[in-house]
Structures are given as C-alpha cells and as structure tokens.
C-alpha cells in the first residue's frame, strides 16, 4: 500500500472498529474510572499482562485508595502487596511518582503528556495513555500491539521492536482522526484478543479485507 492508502485503509478501519465492542468483560479501573485508578493501572501494565494486573487491581486499589495514600504508603507493605504481580522492584518508582504528583500538581493527576513526562518513571507511551483514559483526550498510545497491528495491516516494516518505526508511530494520528481515539480502549482490546502478538484471529477480524497481513496468508497457514 502506498502512504494514500495507508491513510485510507487505517481512516476506515479506526471506524470500522469504533462500531464493535471486542471485548466481553471489562477491565476493572474502566468499571469505576477516576484519574488515580488510571494511573494507578497505567503504572502497574507497564511490562505486565492485562489480565495479571486486572486479577489483583482492586485489591491494590482498595488498599491505596487516593494518590496520597500511595505517596506515603510502607515500602514493605506495598512491596508485599505488589509480589504476587512479581513488580516488587517496581515500589520505589511508585512511590516517587506519587509523591512528586503530590508535591508538584497539588495531588491532582496532570491533564497534558507533557507535564506526565516530568513524572519520574513515566515514558511517552504511559503518558499518553494516562491522559487518553483519564481525561478523555481522542490520542491513540504507541503501545507495542497497536504499532504491531498498524504494522501488519499496512504491510510497513515494524522496525523497532518496541518503539516501532517513525512511519509507523507517524500513522497512529489517522486512527484518532477515524474517532478510534474515543475509543482507544476498544483498539487496546483489538490487539490484545484479535490481532494478537502470536496466532491473530483473522478469521474473526472485522479488518481482514484490507489487511496486508491477512492478504499474504493464506488460510490455514500456521503462522496466521
Ligand atoms: Fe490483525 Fe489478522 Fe485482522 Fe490483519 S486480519 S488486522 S493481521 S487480526
């Protein structure tokens, strides 16, 4: 595909995908959604799966309820919480985003990418996922899946194997131009149960037409 149709095809499926609900079940800081529990849950899904943070969130969250609680929470304690998670290590770094959210921001989770990266701890990806699901803003996060679906449906090489290329990351805007990015959540959701890392379900994929992946497979190939 060249760059037009890039545009096109990614404009078409961002809606396309704005009309289904793709997952079933939802995640538990959506249900009950304030700007600390995104944080909250943004800070614990950095390199750890959805579903181990989803099994332990409310207990976490019930037990550091405000941003305060967790800026002056008992390192050992919030270690222990956090074992079963395996993010012992990551205490410290909690700890001191929180507290210099305190200091800095009154308490209040800031509302723009620019001043989360001041955060310590909290990288471009984080950041606009905190603004995007707390605050309502229509950006899309270069998360590693949603690149790797971009990737795959443009037939653009990934590059990078966590950042992406900057042909990729240059494309995510179109997504949120297809209103997608009022529903990052339901792209989230797309590359985490459809157009998964290993084995993507193109046989249930509602973007399958004009996937360039899926035009190079051939059905019942192993590696789709
Ligand atoms: Fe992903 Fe397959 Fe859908 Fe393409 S057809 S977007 S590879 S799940």
Not at 51 to 70: C, G, M, N, Q, R
Not at 101 to 116: A, K, R
Not at 191 to 216: A, G, M, Q, W
Request: hydrophobic residues 40%; aromatic residues 8%.
């Amino acid at each position: 595909m060249n760059n037009a149709e890039n545009f096109q095809y990614l404009l078409k499926a961002g809606t396309e995908l704005s009309r289904h609900r793709i997952a079933e079940t939802e995640l538990p800081w959506r249900k009950y959604r304030t700007p600390y529990r995104i944080f909250l849950a943004e800070m614990l899904l950095v390199r750890t799966r959805t579903d181990v943070v989803a099994d332990h969130f409310e207990k976490i969250a019930s037990k550091y309820p405000t941003l305060e609680a967790l800026a002056f929470a008992d390192e050992n304690e919030l270690r222990e919480v956090l074992r079963p998670l395996g993010l012992s290590k990551r205490v410290p770094y909690l700890i001191k985003a929180a507290r210099y959210i305190c200091d800095s921001h009154s308490g209040e989770i800031p509302t723009d990418v620019e001043s989360l990266l001041k955060v310590p701890g909290i990288g471009t990806y984080t950041a606009t996922a905190i603004v995007t699901f707390a605050h309502g803003q229509g950006l899309v996060p270069a998360d590693v899946n949603i690149l790797r679906f971009v990737s795959r449906f443009t037939g653009l090489d990934m590059g990078h194997m966590t950042k992406g290329s900057k042909e990729l990351r240059n494309l995510l805007p179109i997504l949120s131009e297809s209103k997608v990015g009022l529903s990052a959540e339901n792209l989230l959701d797309f590359t985490r149960l459809i157009c998964k890392s290993r084995k993507p379900k193109c046989d249930v994929c509602p973007l399958s037409e004009h996937c360039s992946y899926f035009k190079k497979h051939a059905p019942g190939d192993e590696t789709v």
